[in-house]
């Protein structure tokens, strides 16, 4: 009996928890292509004219020992203002690099 209720009671926290994360994930907007020279307060400053910058977590890239365009996830304050911001930038560049080692060209779309 107590196993039953120690499963259940896991089961309970799993799910909630997986209900947060997914909560998460519809106020975090991916911005890709950024320059390597992009900060995390430049993001923030940028996107807070649409509502409020939660966290700016860059995901960083370890295959390549050289600058790259980057890529972060921002996280706003509810999924309306990430929706704002995805209407808004879809198909608009913001702070992206145009040329990185190799010489190739990079876009946002």
């Known amino acids: ?9 896991l089961d309970e926290v799993a799910r909630k928890a997986y ?22 307060a430049v993001i923030t400053k940028a996107l807070n004219q649409f509502g409020d910058v939660v966290s700016v977590e860059f995901i960083p890239n370890y ?16 999924p309306k203002q990430a929706g704002v911001v995805i209407a808004l930038m879809d198909g608009h560049p ?4 145009l040329q990185y080692p190799g010489g190739s060209l990079s876009s946002v779309g």
């Open 1 to 9: 009996m107590e196993t039953i209720k120690f499963k259940s009671r």
């Open 19 to 40: 209900a947060e994360f997914e909560e998460k994930v519809q106020r975090t907007v991916f911005l890709n292509n950024l320059s390597p020279t992009v900060t995390s």
């Open 63 to 78: 295959t390549i020992p050289y600058p790259i365009p980057q890529c972060a996830l921002v996280e706003m304050k509810d």
């Open 94 to 97: 913001f702070m992206i690099d």
